[in-house]
């Protein structure tokens, strides 16, 4: 079977969220591949795993790929977004969030992932839900699509982007990815290209838009934090700016309340949402070894907090003598 995804970050998130004790069970919420998933499985063999992923196909991979950890494995096809919302679920001592895309949608998709592939524009993760990529560009006008693109891309030529997709729409539907990737190439002079294929921000921002990450992405940790265990670590990785933005605010909110008895011997807690321990305040990036070997991991950053104390939970410590 050939795999093509590299797991970023690896060692450090083994490390991090290893099991504190046997039989723990860890969910990894954007499956992919199943490599965070395999590497767990083979270091800790008494740990148990719950596997969750929107794609199918990719799900598919990851089934055979895990298939010798036997019942050790449980499996979700779906949004973890919707999974944790779920509380019929036995709660989990670990969570693990890969933001990235796996390099499987880019080469192996066809879904029109890539600007340096000729497919349809579809971009949507669960192929069963939602507009495809294509229909989105269609039913957007000039300023729209150029709002879309300067907040999701943080394109900084989205107005003159948006210009050339809306006159080439005028001309015929875009449905492939190689003349939307064609179209945005032609809208930038060569002085505004600079190292990054033109394209590189409209395909991030349509792609955000078209699976809805970053709307959905603060109700995720909410809904991820409130069943793990007291006790238990999650981990995010994230590859931009605009999602790793998003959780480091959502870990700092849950852990600037909290003040241990150590530090404050008449303690009082009466606020609602779990809360937090952050661990690494700036986060882990990859190291240059990393990054040479696998260059796509250089934008990686990996946040981890440890819960301590639960939702709607009132603690009470009298004065110690």
């Not at 093509?4 to 490390?15: A, D, W």
Request: proline share 4%.
């Amino acid at each position: 079977m050939e795999i093509l995804h590299t797991p970023v970050l690896l060692e450090e998130t083994l490390q991090l969220l290893a099991p504190r004790q046997p039989g723990d069970l860890m969910i990894d919420a954007t499956l992919g591949e199943g490599g965070h998933s395999y590497a767990f499985l083979s270091r800790f063999p008494a740990l148990r795993l719950m596997g969750i992923d929107a794609d199918r196909d990719i799900q598919e991979v990851a089934k055979k790929r895990l298939k010798v950890f036997g019942e050790r494995v449980r499996w979700y096809t779906g949004w973890s977004y919707d999974f944790f919302a779920d509380s019929s679920y036995e709660k989990p001592d670990t969570i693990l969030i890969d933001l990235g895309i796996s390099r499987y949608h880019y080469e192996k998709g066809e879904r029109g992932f890539s600007f340096l592939r000729d497919e349809v524009l579809d971009m949507r993760i669960d192929q069963t839900k939602g507009l495809t990529a294509a229909e989105l560009i269609a039913g957007l006008s000039e300023k729209e699509l150029a709002d879309l693109l300067y907040t999701y891309g943080e394109e900084r030529y989205a107005r003159r982007i948006a210009r050339g997709i809306t006159e080439a729409k005028a001309k015929g539907r875009i449905s492939r990815s190689g003349a939307l990737a064609d179209i945005v190439a032609r809208a930038l002079p060569l002085r505004c290209r600079g190292n990054m294929h033109p394209a590189t921000r409209t395909f991030q921002a349509l792609r955000i838009a078209v699976n809805d990450e970053l709307t959905r992405l603060p109700e995720l940790l909410e809904r991820a934090l409130g069943v793990l265990k007291p006790g238990g670590r999650m981990g995010v990785i994230t590859f931009h700016s605009l999602e790793d933005r998003i959780v480091k605010h959502f870990f700092w909110e849950k852990g600037k309340d909290y003040t241990g008895l150590q530090e404050q011997p008449i303690y009082e807690y009466k606020g609602r949402g779990s809360r937090v321990t952050v661990l690494y305040r700036k986060g882990i990036t990859p190291g240059a070894f990393e990054i040479r070997n696998n260059p796509s991991s250089r934008s990686a950053r990996l946040r981890i907090a440890e819960k301590v104390v639960d939702e709607d939970v009132r603690l009470h410590y009298k004065e110690m003598r």
